[in-house]
C-alpha cells in the first residue's frame, strides 16, 4: 500500500504520515526503488498514534512507549508490573498531572479576573459561574443581556 492510500485510511496527510517516520513512531517497508510500502499493522499504528495525540499526549510522549504500542494487550496476564506497562503508566500520569496543574492555573487566573471586574465595576459586571466540563462539544450560547448601553466584546 503507498502513503496516499495509508492517508486517506487514516485521515491523516502524507506530510503527518512521513513525519511519524521521522520521529520514530512507524517503520513502513520499501520496495528496490526505495518507495514506502505499508501493510494493516502500520495503519492500525498510525490510527492508534494518531488517538493519542488527539487525546492530549505530545510525540514524545507516544515515542517513550512507541515499542509497545502494537502490543495487546499492555496488560500482562500475571498483572505484573512489567516495565511496558510502566512506561505507558508512567507518561500517561506524568502529562495527566500536567494537565491538572495546568487546568487549576487557569481556574485560578479565571477566578481572579471574574473578582477583579466585580470590584472594579460592581453592578455593571454581573459573572456568569464558571461552566461545568461538559463531554462533548460545547453548546452554542446563548445572547447575553447587557446592562444600559454595554456593546458586546466584538463592539456589536
Not at 85 to 98: F, I, K, N, S, T
Not at 128 to 152: D, H, K, T, W
Amino acid at each position: 500500500m503507498r502513503i496516499g492510500d495509508v492517508a486517506a485510511a487514516t485521515g491523516l496527510t502524507t506530510r503527518a504520515v512521513r513525519y511519524y517516520e521521522e520521529q520514530g513512531l512507524l517503520s513502513p517497508g520499501r520496495t528496490p526503488s526505495g518507495h514506502r510500502t505499508y501493510t494493516p499493522a502500520d495503519i492500525r499504528r498510525l490510527r492508534t498514534v494518531s488517538e493519542l495525540l488527539q487525546a492530549g499526549l505530545t510525540v514524545s510522549d507516544v515515542r517513550s512507549f512507541a515499542h509497545v504500542l502494537d502490543s495487546a494487550p499492555l496488560r500482562h496476564p500475571s498483572g505484573a508490573g512489567e516495565p511496558d506497562r510502566c512506561d505507558v503508566a508512567e507518561v500517561a500520569q506524568h502529562r495527566l498531572g500536567e494537565l491538572d496543574q495546568r487546568i487549576a492555573r487557569l481556574s485560578s487566573i479565571r477566578d481572579g479576573l471574574a473578582s477583579q471586574l466585580t470590584n472594579r465595576f460592581g453592578d455593571l459586571f454581573a459573572p456568569a459561574p464558571a461552566p461545568a466540563p461538559a463531554p462533548g462539544p460545547a453548546p452554542a450560547s446563548a445572547p447575553v443581556s447587557r446592562p444600559g448601553n454595554c456593546p458586546a466584546p466584538d463592539g456589536t
